[in-house]
């Protein structure tokens, strides 16, 4: 079965019918609709982010873990300003870089799951808006029956020929060649 040329794939008209379409984006707005499920691609930025994307959690948590270096460092200097370099192999110290890592990688674990979250939420909100827009409106329009006889000229002509004889009979009476006009259009559709 051929397709028509409005119909989309998968979609079913009825025999007598074809697809009609109105725009309602201006092409700005039409454009900017279809950048905007870009967003909500498998390899966007939200999509990586509520996958959680360990590449990506890397390349954002970089900067923290250069900071957490540096505060480790310096804890280390205390305790080597507290004494010897023993001061740094006993436990209190063990004990305070121990807590600092537990403390920091609890931190980047809550800080990932609540970006999942909210990037899970964000595609659901964006998703939810982009498929409520409407760019076009789809209808169906009764196709127009073929013209036969006359190509659609027997009402005319009929109306045209009923509108004379009724004037001409009715010795100029407007009210008997409007009557005369429609008894001859129906006359002539007959024809078409």
Do not use: C
């Not at 939200?46 to 480790?72: H, I, N, T």
């Not at 980047?108 to 827009?133: E, H, T, V």
Request: zero cysteines.
């Amino acid at each position: 079965m051929a397709r028509d040329r409005g119909q989309l794939a998968g979609e079913v008209i009825p025999k007598g019918f074809r697809a009609a379409q109105l725009q309602n984006f201006t092409p700005e707005q039409q454009k900017l609709f279809s950048r905007s499920f870009g967003h909500l691609a498998p390899d966007s930025y939200l999509s990586r982010l509520a996958g959680g994307d360990e590449a990506l959690f890397e390349e954002m948590e970089a900067p923290a873990l250069k900071q957490f270096g540096q505060l480790q460092r310096g804890l280390a200097s205390q305790f080597s300003g507290a004494g010897s370099f023993g001061a740094r192999r006993s436990s209190g110290f063990q004990n305070a870089q121990s807590q600092a890592a537990a403390d920091f990688a609890q931190q980047l674990q809550g800080n990932r799951q609540n970006l999942m979250r909210q990037a899970l939420s964000d595609i659901m909100g964006y998703s939810n808006m982009l498929l409520n827009q409407r760019p076009y409106e789809r209808s169906l329009v009764e196709k127009q029956q073929k013209q036969g006889g006359l190509g659609g000229w027997g009402g005319a002509g009929g109306a045209l020929l009923g509108g004379a004889a009724g004037f001409a009979l009715g010795a100029g009476n407007p009210a008997l060649a409007l009557k005369g006009a429609s008894l001859g259009a129906s006359v002539g559709s007959g024809f078409d």
